[in-house]
Structure formats: C-alpha cells, structure tokens
C-alpha cells in the first residue's frame, strides 16, 4: 500500500470517526451508574434506553391478590442487579427532548434493551420505536414482574402525575 493510500485512508477515518462523534452516534463505554428503570450514566453522560419505558420510581403495581409492591423501584434494583458493575456498552441512536443520549446498550453481549422488556422490568415504548414489541409480548404472556398483576402505563402514569401538579 503506498504512503499517499494510507495517508488517504487514515483521513477518512478520522474523518469519519469525528463526525461519528459530533452527531453524538459514537459508542460510549464504561462502568454504569442506574438514574432508574430505563436511564443510565455512562462515563458522565446519560442515556436513556431506546425504546422501552420503564415503571417510574415512586410508580407502584399492584399484585393478583390486590397488594401493592413499588415497581419503579424494584426495576431499577433488576437493571442494577444485571450490571453489576460490569462494563457496559452503549450505541448511540438519538439524542431526546432533555438532551440526553438514547442508546441500546449491552453488558455481557446481552442488550439491557431487550432483557428489561423480555423480562418484564419495562414495556416496548410504541411511540419511539417497535423494536421490543414481541419481547413485551413474552413478557406478558408469561407474566412476568409488571404483567404479573396490574398497572398503569409508565407514560400514563407521568401524565397523571403532572395533571394532579397542574390542578388548582
């Protein structure tokens, strides 16, 4: 390979690899701190998981015999559990509305995505993206964590709770 070939194609790369970097696509690593059920921190920055939106912290569910649990709570503690202070990978999608990164992101070669809806920790978040539908589809029929019982949508949930702050 000649010197101007390689010259040309080491460019690119750092081309590349800037602009990877800019759009805010580039992947982030490191060991993960859990915000809560769907949101991390990754080497200071927070990532909200893509597609999937997990029960709130304070949110509750309730069980088949009508006994309330703290659901929020308990799939954040899952999500931490599965870390485990491990490192964890993160590919950048998207940046949302509060200017945090949206990523898939893996522990283990394990998507977090995917094993929070699979498990039943999270629902597939329809509005954003239908990528976990058929694993919240398992999740439900087997009834796992939230869909042993009752609750209310995460997204319902908020909307609910800014409606009683908005109130006179």
Same mark, same amino acid.
Request: aromatic share 6%; charged share 25%.
């Given at each position: 390979?000649?010197?101007?070939?390689?010259?040309?194609?080491?460019?690119?790369?750092?081309?590349? &690899?800037?602009? /990877?970097?800019?759009?805010?696509? $580039?992947?982030?690593?490191?060991?993960?701190? #859990?915000? %809560?059920? *769907?949101?991390?921190?990754?080497?200071?920055?927070?990532?909200?998981?893509?597609?999937?939106?997990?029960?709130?912290?304070?949110?509750?569910?309730?069980?088949?015999?009508?006994?309330?649990?703290?659901?929020?709570?308990? &799939?954040?503690? /899952?999500?931490?559990?599965?870390? $485990?202070?491990?490192?964890?990978?993160?590919? #950048?999608? %998207?940046? *949302?509305?509060?200017?945090?990164?949206v990523a898939e992101c893996f522990?283990?070669?394990?998507?977090?995505?995917?094993?929070?809806?699979?498990?039943?920790w999270a629902v597939a978040y329809?509005?954003?993206?239908?990528?976990?539908?058929?694993?919240?589809?398992?999740?439900?029929? $087997?009834?796992?964590?939230?869909?042993?019982?009752?609750?209310?949508?995460?997204?319902?949930?908020?909307?609910?709770?800014?409606?009683?702050?908005?109130?006179?």
């Open positions: 390979m000649t010197t101007r070939l390689r010259r040309l194609m080491a460019a690119t790369l750092l081309t590349l &690899a800037g602009a /990877a970097s800019a759009s805010g696509t $580039a992947p982030i690593g490191g060991r993960a701190s #859990v915000i %809560d059920g *769907d949101t991390l921190e990754v080497a200071g920055i927070r990532i909200r998981l893509h597609g999937l939106d997990a029960p709130e912290s304070t949110q509750t569910c309730t069980a088949q015999d009508g006994v309330s649990w703290r659901c929020g709570q308990r &799939a954040a503690l /899952a999500l931490d559990d599965l870390i $485990a202070g491990r490192q964890v990978q993160c590919q #950048v999608r %998207d940046k *949302d509305r509060y200017g945090r990164s522990v283990g070669g394990v998507s977090i995505n995917d094993w929070l809806v699979r498990s039943g329809r509005r954003y993206s239908k990528d976990y539908v058929a694993a919240e589809a398992e999740a439900q029929a $087997a009834m796992r964590n939230i869909w042993s019982g009752t609750f209310t949508p995460p997204d319902a949930y908020r909307r609910q709770r800014r409606s009683q702050t908005s109130a006179p």
